[in-house]
């Protein structure tokens, strides 16, 4: 995996705003603020009999890796949002 800074090294692009640190809590947190709007995604994407599969997956998926951002006091692995655009 890339370290969070590694995209800032290539020149031809600048970054349009601040860089944003997240973690799967919050994407938890949001998925479950925005169910409603969510279903119809999912249910495009998965099909309506398994949409509710999916968000169950969906929610595991980020409460499993909530423990894992949670290694080492959090330290040790993160996800970095940087928006780009171009020079």
């Known amino acids: 995996m890339p370290s969070a800074n590694l995209l800032l090294y290539f020149q031809q692009f600048e970054s349009s ?13 949001r998925m479950d603020r925005s169910l409603a709007s969510i279903k119809p ?3 495009s994407t998965y099909g309506k009999d398994q949409a ?13 890796v909530a423990e894992l951002f949670g290694y080492n006091n959090g330290e040790e692995w993160m996800v970095a949002l940087f928006p780009f655009k171009k020079k």
């Open 41 to 43: 995604i999912m249910e």
């Open 17 to 29: 705003e601040s860089t944003f640190l997240y973690c799967s809590e919050e994407w938890l947190k």
């Open 52 to 64: 509710v599969k999916w968000t169950v997956y969906w929610r595991t998926f980020f409460i499993a």
